[in-house]
């Protein structure tokens, strides 16, 4: 499966993105789906994930109450509503499938995605 990630940018603290993950290749939908960022000098790190049926719903506490993850079945797409950004958010985001073959209930570990997209930058000015 072909991942692209997309609609970073550049935006004022306080304001709100959505980004999108297009699937292509294998049908999107049989794969949990994650975010992850990296920021400048730290590591990447989940921050969102959602399961096949989008059901269950992962989120680091960072970002808990103010991102969503939804996603379209139907489109291959998954989305992450970025609200009351703040200059801490500032990072690589990427999207990526989570392993098949999993229950259509489960959020995989973050060691376990193994579908990556090329990733979309976010810049939050204070």
């Known amino acids: 499966v072909q991942l692209q990630a997309s609609g970073g940018g550049v935006v004022q603290a306080g304001e709100s993105l959505r980004l999108s993950c297009a699937a292509s290749g294998r049908t999107g939908s049989s794969f949990a789906m994650g975010w992850f960022r990296q920021a400048p000098g730290k590591e990447r790190a989940m921050i969102a994930a959602i399961s096949q049926r989008a059901d269950k719903k992962y989120y680091a506490d960072s970002v808990r109450g103010r991102f969503t993850i939804s996603r379209d079945n139907s489109k291959n797409t998954v989305y992450l509503r970025m609200n009351s950004l703040e200059p801490e958010d500032t990072a690589i985001y990427y999207c990526?499938?989570?392993?098949?073959?999993?229950?259509?209930?489960?959020?995989?570990?973050?060691?376990?995605?193994?579908?990556w997209g090329q990733g979309t930058l976010v810049t939050v000015s204070s």
């Open positions: 990526a499938a989570g392993p098949l073959g999993t229950s259509v209930h489960y959020i995989p570990h973050e060691h376990e995605y193994e579908y």
